[in-house]
């Protein structure tokens, strides 16, 4: 196979090596990151094979098949197993380098689950975090297995979607979500999963439950492409990129506080007209380093979240890092000046969020993501 001008490579690890297509230029120390796109099972890395140019003078490119899927296979295909493999191999290959990951469909668990100390971001293209409720795929997948006897695709079924000829075992994947620090955007298809229907094309492949898991998760952006399915890279590739460029440049930048240790939707979306602020929960003196480069004017107060707000109140934004109860909420709003800001990770539904804001005076604006 080949991908024009890239070249092949080989990583080993302790699985076995993995095979990585680039530029042969790309394995050297350099400030500027490396953009590693981690194929699903049935991706086409052949439609990226101008990543490079793509990319410009922001990152360089290196390309993975998803072992197993058009590619040699690891002594384990578990999904666990090869993002271990993948940890090493980022490690060993890029060892000075800032490294952005771009995962697609189950590439993207794997690039989830990667831990590599020098993974600067993830880009998640669609991740399947459980298979049991996966019915467009389960039904077309045992199709094809039924009267196969391609041992390896048998295995790869089984492994990364739970599937066989006549049975399917549940894979859940949200444990790639523990231990998260990279700074990651998740991007999903608009059509949603449930509830099974017919369809011309893939829908999303990531349930309602698991979009809640992601949305309230500290270091995940999450974007929604229009009218996409499964196979947002094919449907929304304006998207893609733009995400995947910004994320490039993220990578490139230092900043006052390490990219794990700060909520960025949360400080990008406090406004900075706001002079007196009040900083709920977690990350706090996180938030204050990182906040006070671009808005050195304001006085913030970090409580956590165990705390009270304070009874004199007067502030122009409060900012949860998570969802707070009741009283919590009460005591927050109360903080605020007339026409002040709220800014909250909150994983719910609108109609309940309006429900849960209305007592206390809030209304419910646009979500930032």
């Keep these: 196979m080949s991908f024009g001008d890239l070249v092949r490579r080989d990583v080993t690890t302790r699985l076995g090596a993995i095979a990585l297509w680039s530029r042969p230029d790309i394995f050297v120390p350099a400030a500027r990151p490396v953009v590693l796109v981690i194929g699903g099972s049935f991706s086409r890395l052949e439609d990226l094979r101008n990543l490079p140019d793509v990319l410009g003078i922001l990152a360089d490119a290196c390309l993975m098949r998803l072992p197993g899927a058009g590619a040699p296979p690891l002594a384990s295909l578990a999904v666990a197993d090869v993002a271990a493999a993948v940890s090493e191999l980022v ?3 890029f060892p000075d380098r800032p490294v952005v990951l771009l995962g697609i469909s189950i590439g993207a668990v794997v690039a ?3 831990r590599a100390r020098n993974v600067a971001r993830v880009v998640a293209l669609e991740p399947p975090l459980a298979t049991a409720g996966l019915w ?3 039904s077309s997948v045992r199709e094809v297995l039924r009267g196969s006897h391609d041992l390896l695709a048998l295995d790869l079924a089984l492994e990364t979607f739970g599937v066989s000829a006549h049975a399917v075992v549940e894979r859940n994947y949200l444990w790639a979500l523990d231990g998260l620090r990279a700074p990651t955007d998740v991007v ?7 509830p099974e229907r017919p369809v011309t094309r893939f829908p ?4 309602a439950a698991e979009r809640r898991a992601l949305a309230q998760h500290p270091r995940i952006r999450l974007h929604l492409a229009p009218k996409a399915g499964h196979n947002v ?9 733009d995400i995947l460029l910004e994320a490039c440049r993220r990578a490139s930048a230092c900043g006052p506080a390490g990219p794990a240790e700060i909520d960025e939707a949360l400080l990008e979306a406090t406004p900075l007209t706001a ?3 009040l900083y709920w929960g977690p990350g706090g003196e996180a938030f204050r380093a990182s906040a006070w480069p671009a808005n050195p004017n304001a006085e913030l107060t970090v ?4 705390d009270a707000a304070p009874a004199t109140g007067g502030f122009d934004a409060v900012i949860a890092a998570g969802p707070p109860a009741a009283a919590a909420l009460a005591g927050l709003a109360a903080a605020l000046e007339p026409g002040g800001h709220l800014i909250a990770r909150w994983a719910e539904a609108r109609p309940t969020l309006e429900a849960a804001l209305a007592p206390h005076g809030l209304k419910l604006r646009e979500p930032v993501d």
């Design 303 to 306: 409580l956590g979240a165990e």
């Design 275 to 277: 002079r007196r602020l």
């Design 112 to 114: 989830l689950g990667v």
């Design 233 to 241: 890279f094919g449907q929304a590739p304006d998207v893609v990129r």
């Design 136 to 138: 467009p795929v389960i």
């Design 188 to 194: 999903l298809g608009e059509e949603p999963l449930e």
């Design 91 to 93: 490690e060993a290959a």
């Design 204 to 207: 999303s492949l990531v349930g």
